[in-house]
């Protein structure tokens, strides 16, 4: 579903994500994790089609992000790790102004939204401008904004910031039931916990560099991620 071939982005001379390939397929929950600066953020960017990359390939459901990005970003949402959203805007207006971009129907927004309030517990609120609303409930909203169309690929920065123990838990529900349904998900995270539990694979990134992939078995082999993550920052350093 979500296919990197040979992906490199610089700025200036530092190449900030240096040739890497990654193939995600469906029904996938994908972990992406790295210190700051790892080049995580640069590489969910340039697979939304954000941002211009210098060589490489990206593939969504088979097509190129580079020859056709509109209709690839009409099979995928994103998640920031910081919703920009219209602050002038009602929470149930950007909720629809989202659902007329995409397309989605009368009947089908309408379950949608009220399906996904009520689970983030956010119904209440919608009727309020995003300007009132905490970082918190803004993540939700982003969240909910994501789930409208029904994406075959979701690709999220960080998505726990923010969000209390609930939501979090709530979220992590969806995500599963999303990916048993034959969608994927490629998200990164600070939260080694949530990775090693929730992943079906994993890749750690440094330096702009892969340094470990694979199932998360194979990945963690008899200790845990979090040891694992940290042996291998000290072997590259």
């Given at each position: 579903m979500l296919k990197i071939e040979n992906l490199t982005k610089k700025y200036g001379n530092k190449r900030v994500v240096d040739d890497i390939s990654l193939h995600i397929r469906p029904g996938e929950i994908y972990g992406f994790?790295?210190?700051?600066?790892?080049?995580?953020?640069?590489?969910?960017?340039?697979?939304?089609?954000?941002?211009?990359?210098?060589?490489?390939e990206i593939y969504i459901d088979g097509i190129s992000i580079k020859e056709k990005p509109l209709e690839c970003k009409a099979r995928l949402a994103y998640i920031p790790d910081n919703p920009e959203l219209y602050d002038y805007m009602t929470g149930i207006g950007f909720l629809n102004f989202v659902a007329d971009v995409f397309g989605v129907g009368a009947a089908e927004r309408q379950e949608r939204i009220h399906r996904y309030a009520d689970i983030f517990e956010l119904t209440g609120d919608l009727a309020q401008p995003i300007a009132s609303y905490s970082h918190g409930m803004k993540q939700k909203l982003a969240i909910i904004s994501a789930l409208i169309h029904n994406p075959k690929l979701i690709i999220m920065d960080e998505p726990f910031v923010g969000l209390d123990p609930k939501a979090a838990y709530l979220l992590k529900g969806i995500m599963r039931e999303i990916c048993d349904n034959g969608g994927t998900i490629f998200f990164s995270t600070h939260v080694l916990e949530v990775a090693e539990k929730l992943c079906d694979k994993v890749a750690i990134i440094k330096s702009g560099r892969l340094i470990k992939t694979g199932t998360m078995d194979e990945v963690r082999g008899d200790t845990s991620l979090e040891q694992v993550f940290l042996e291998l920052e000290a072997d590259n350093d």
């Open positions: 994790i790295g210190h700051n600066g790892a080049g995580k953020t640069t590489t969910i960017k340039s697979c939304c089609g954000i941002l211009q990359f210098d060589s490489g």
